[in-house]
């Protein structure tokens, strides 16, 4: 190991010279890197197809059914910022290694098994994988030339909304004609694909970042998540005013203000608090919150909509494959667009970006409202709201790598993720109160109304239009301190040897 490199000398080069990068082929090595995004972003909607099947199929509740999604997200929301840090600070290759041998692991135990309680450990340990995302856009800003990193970033952050698209149609096929075995036994063998690629043509990057890592730190911050995320998640099964839901809420406020107090006493936080309050990263994880929350009320309505029988008077009863079919296009919507929102970035900053795309995604669901009777007028609304996205996943990296240090790019970008999640939590919270109680009885059974769907969209558009307000508040060039040490100063970048 040499000497510790000087604080703003080496960020700097890091962050836009002519430093030519070290990676050997870099259309692989960002081909690959984005690939595993899009597999680790697969795995947050494959079961969904499947959720109506599994009581069934398994023995056990829809209640129990449910948590096949829920503990996805746990365990993404704990892992994401965590594994991010541990990037940091001990090599991010190593830790995205490791995380695609735990999806592989997941994957595989899905695979064997029908018990729930297994297939619930299974599902866990594939949301861990979340981490592979902000592991991979920070393994790009080390490794990449820098006339590259804008573009291969905004790939690299779109696959998370990429994969949600196409994966709910490919579980969909899996589903109406192969075992349902298959699509995890499918799962692992790219997890393992993954891998093999990734040690072929991913370096592992030299720089870390000194000290100890904060271990209550980071079970602090766990403990929150899951209070907030459990309560948000349940909500609806046990009861928004149940003494649970209450205690955990409470309980998410209590340990999060424990936390931050314990953060900024600490030299070498899980997750920098100080840095975090910047306005330009500040606001870009309130908007990054906002644009997880208008994404996700897409992906949830759109298939469960065009499936509806044609009794309630709007639905089109289309099958479960068609329903999945509707948000393909806006996943090949979102690969296009990625190397447009990065040119967008390079001219105009990020922030316009951003606040495009926030004002795309609220016209993409007044597109929505209108035309909730036509197939194809609702996938070119459903597209609309997925090139929104895409400008947005693409533009967020980049403010925040802009506005933190390079010894924090790991962590804050994990962070960024994690704010999408919770976005999405809410989202699915909100979604499932409104079309469960805004019904009506067709054929002996509840079925959401038009206008369930309609206030969704209604909602939806306002939270995009709150994201592009928070986004109008970051500031206008961001802060200098791109790659400088830590405001304490104990963070510095050491270099190793790949």
Request: charged share 10%; aromatic share 6%; net charge positive.
């Given at each position: 190991?040499?000497?510790?490199?000087?604080?703003?000398?080496?960020?700097?080069?890091?962050?836009?010279?002519d430093?030519?990068g070290?990676?050997?082929?870099?259309r692989?090595?960002?081909?690959?890197?984005?690939?595993c995004?899009?597999?680790?972003?697969?795995?947050?909607?494959?079961v969904?197809?499947?959720?109506?099947?599994?009581?069934?199929?398994?023995?056990?509740?829809?209640?129990?059914?449910?948590?096949?999604?829920?503990?996805?997200?746990?365990?993404?929301a704990?892992?994401?910022?965590?594994?991010?840090?541990?990037?940091?600070?001990?090599?991010?290759?190593?830790?995205?290694v490791?995380?695609?041998?735990?999806?592989v692991?997941?994957?595989?135990?899905?695979?064997?098994?029908?018990?729930?309680?297994?297939?619930?450990?299974?599902?866990?340990?594939?949301?861990?994988?979340?981490?592979?995302v902000?592991?991979?856009?920070?393994?790009?800003?080390?490794?990449?030339?820098?006339?590259?990193?804008?573009?291969?970033?905004?790939?690299?952050s779109?696959?998370?909304?990429?994969g949600?698209?196409?994966?709910?149609?490919?579980a969909?096929?899996v589903i109406?004609?192969?075992n349902?075995?298959?699509m995890?036994?499918?799962s692992?063998?790219?997890?393992?694909?993954?891998?093999?690629?990734?040690?072929?043509?991913?370096p592992?990057?030299?720089l870390r970042?000194?000290g100890?890592?904060?271990?209550?730190?980071?079970?602090?911050?766990?403990?929150?998540l899951?209070?907030?995320?459990?309560a948000?998640?349940?909500?609806?099964?046990?009861?928004?005013?149940?003494?649970?839901?209450?205690?955990l809420?409470?309980?998410?406020?209590?340990?999060?203000?424990?936390?931050?107090?314990?953060?900024l006493?600490?030299?070498?936080?899980?997750?920098?608090?100080?840095?975090?309050a910047?306005?330009?990263?500040?606001?870009?994880?309130?908007?990054?919150?906002f644009?997880?929350?208008?994404?996700?009320?897409?992906?949830?309505?759109?298939?469960?909509m065009?499936?509806?029988?044609?009794?309630?008077?709007?639905?089109?009863g289309?099958?479960?494959v068609?329903?999945?079919l509707?948000?393909?296009?806006g996943?090949?919507?979102?690969?296009?667009?990625?190397p447009v929102?990065?040119r967008?970035?390079?001219?105009?900053?990020?922030?316009?970006?951003?606040?495009?795309?926030?004002?795309?995604?609220?016209?993409?669901y007044?597109?929505?409202?209108?035309?909730?009777h036509?197939?194809?007028?609702?996938?070119v609304?459903?597209?609309?709201v997925?090139?929104?996205?895409?400008?947005?996943?693409?533009?967020l990296?980049?403010?925040?790598?802009?506005?933190?240090?390079?010894?924090?790019?790991?962590?804050?970008?994990?962070?960024?993720?994690?704010?999408?999640?919770?976005?999405?939590?809410?989202?699915?919270?909100v979604?499932?109160a409104?079309?469960a109680?805004v019904?009506?009885?067709?054929?002996?059974?509840?079925?959401?109304?038009?206008?369930?769907?309609?206030?969704v969209?209604l909602?939806?558009?306002?939270?995009?239009?709150?994201?592009?307000?928070?986004?109008?508040?970051?500031?206008?060039?961001?802060?200098?301190?791109?790659?400088?040490?830590?405001?304490?100063?104990?963070?510095?970048?050491?270099?190793e040897?790949?």
């Amino acid at each position: 190991m040499s000497p510790a490199i000087p604080g703003p000398a080496e960020p700097t080069a890091l962050a836009g010279s002519d430093e030519p990068g070290r990676a050997a082929h870099p259309r692989m090595f960002v081909g690959v890197l984005a690939f595993c995004g899009v597999v680790v972003a697969v795995m947050q909607t494959l079961v969904v197809p499947l959720l109506p099947h599994v009581p069934a199929l398994t023995g056990s509740t829809p209640a129990a059914a449910s948590w096949l999604v829920t503990v996805t997200l746990l365990t993404g929301a704990v892992c994401t910022p965590v594994l991010g840090r541990v990037g940091d600070m001990y090599g991010k290759r190593r830790v995205l290694v490791a995380a695609l041998g735990v999806l592989v692991v997941g994957s595989v135990l899905c695979a064997v098994s029908s018990q729930i309680g297994v297939l619930i450990a299974g599902r866990a340990l594939q949301g861990a994988a979340l981490a592979v995302v902000p592991l991979g856009i920070s393994i790009m800003r080390d490794e990449l030339p820098p006339a590259r990193v804008l573009s291969s970033v905004a790939l690299m952050s779109s696959t998370l909304g990429i994969g949600a698209a196409v994966g709910l149609p490919i579980a969909a096929f899996v589903i109406e004609h192969y075992n349902w075995h298959t699509m995890f036994w499918a799962s692992a063998g790219l997890g393992v694909l993954d891998i093999v690629l990734v040690l072929i043509f991913v370096p592992e990057s030299p720089l870390r970042t000194r000290g100890r890592f904060d271990a209550l730190g980071a079970l602090g911050l766990s403990g929150a998540l899951v209070c907030l995320l459990l309560a948000t998640t349940q909500g609806g099964e046990w009861g928004w005013g149940s003494a649970r839901v209450i205690g955990l809420f409470v309980a998410a406020v209590v340990i999060g203000l424990v936390w931050g107090r314990y953060e900024l006493g600490v030299s070498s936080p899980m997750v920098d608090l100080r840095v975090s309050a910047r306005p330009a990263v500040l606001f870009a994880n309130l908007a990054a919150l906002f644009i997880g929350f208008a994404f996700y009320a897409n992906s949830l309505s759109t298939a469960q909509m065009v499936q509806e029988p044609k009794d309630t008077g709007y639905g089109l009863g289309a099958s479960i494959v068609v329903g999945g079919l509707c948000l393909l296009p806006g996943g090949l919507s979102m690969v296009a667009l990625s190397p447009v929102s990065a040119r967008l970035s390079a001219r105009y900053g990020p922030k316009f970006t951003l606040a495009l795309a926030s004002g795309v995604l609220a016209v993409g669901y007044l597109v929505r409202f209108f035309t909730s009777h036509s197939l194809w007028l609702i996938i070119v609304g459903a597209t609309v709201v997925a090139s929104g996205t895409a400008l947005a996943y693409s533009a967020l990296p980049s403010l925040v790598m802009r506005a933190v240090p390079v010894s924090e790019t790991g962590a804050a970008n994990g962070l960024n993720t994690l704010m999408r999640s919770v976005g999405q939590a809410f989202c699915s919270a909100v979604v499932a109160a409104v079309l469960a109680n805004v019904t009506l009885q067709v054929g002996g059974r509840t079925a959401p109304t038009l206008h369930a769907y309609l206030l969704v969209f209604l909602i939806a558009g306002a939270v995009a239009l709150a994201a592009l307000a928070v986004t109008l508040c970051i500031p206008g060039k961001t802060s200098a301190a791109a790659g400088s040490v830590g405001e304490r100063g104990t963070k510095v970048l050491v270099r190793e040897d790949a």
